[in-house]
C-alpha cells in the first residue's frame, strides 16, 4: 500500500469521527432543548396555579361581603327599621300619594305615643297596616266643635301639619280607653280613620312604628311604578 492510499484511509477515518461527533453534539443539544422545555412548561403551570388561588380568595371574599350585607339589611329592616310605600290620599299633604316613609320599630319601647307623631299600625278591621296620627292619648276626651278638634274641651291647636280652613266633620264624642290611642289622617275629608272605624282606638300593641323620615317619591313620576 502506497502513502497516498494510507493518506485517503486516514482522512476517511477522520470525516468519520467528525461526523459521529456532530451527531452527538446534535443529539445533546436537543435533548438540552427539551428538558428546557419542559421546565418551561412546569414553571408555567406553577406561575398558573399561583394566580389562580388569590383568584378564588377573592371570588369567596367577594359573596362574604355580599352575604353580610344581605344579613344585615335583613337585620336591620326586620328589627329596628319598618319601610311602607303609602297608597292613600288620607295623610296629604303631609305625605303624598306614592312616598315612601320609614319608621323606627323600637319608638316606644321605653316611652309611650306622643300627640302628634306619625304613626305605621295594623287595623284589624281593614285587616291591614295604615298610617295615621296621634290625635288622642289614653284618658282624653275627643271632640269635635265647629269642625274642629277638641281635647278635654280644649281646641286643639293643629297648625303645625293642617291649614286653617281644614274642617274636621265628626258629631261623636270619644273616650280614649288606656294603653290606646285615637287616630286621624291629615286629609280630613278623604281619611278614613277613627271617626269611621267600628272599634276607634289602636291598641299600643298594634302599632308597628313611629314614621321618621319621609322620601318625597311622588316628585320622581318615573320611580313610582
Known sequence: MNNEEIKEKENTAQTANETANAENDTENTSEANTEASDAKENDGSLVKDENKAPSRRKTLLGWGIYGAILVTIYITFHFFLMMARIPSESMEPTIMV?????GDRNAYTSEAPQRGDIINFY???????MVKRV??????????????????GEPLDESAYLADD????????????EGCVFLLGDNREVSL???????????????????????????????QN
Open 166 to 177: 281644614v274642617l274636621t266633620e265628626c258629631d261623636e264624642t270619644f273616650t280614649v280607653p
Open 193 to 223: 280613620d277613627a271617626r269611621y272605624w267600628e272599634n276607634p282606638y289602636i291598641s299600643y300593641d298594634d302599632i308597628k312604628c313611629e314614621v321618621k323620615v319621609i322620601i318625597p317619591f311622588h316628585k320622581f313620576p318615573w320611580l
Open 98 to 102: 306614592h312616598d315612601w316613609t320609614i
Open 123 to 129: 287595623q284589624a278591621e281593614e285587616d291591614t297596616i
Open 135 to 152: 290625635i288622642g292619648l289614653p284618658g282624653e276626651t275627643v271632640s269635635f266643635v265647629n269642625d274642629h278638634v277638641y281635647i278635654d
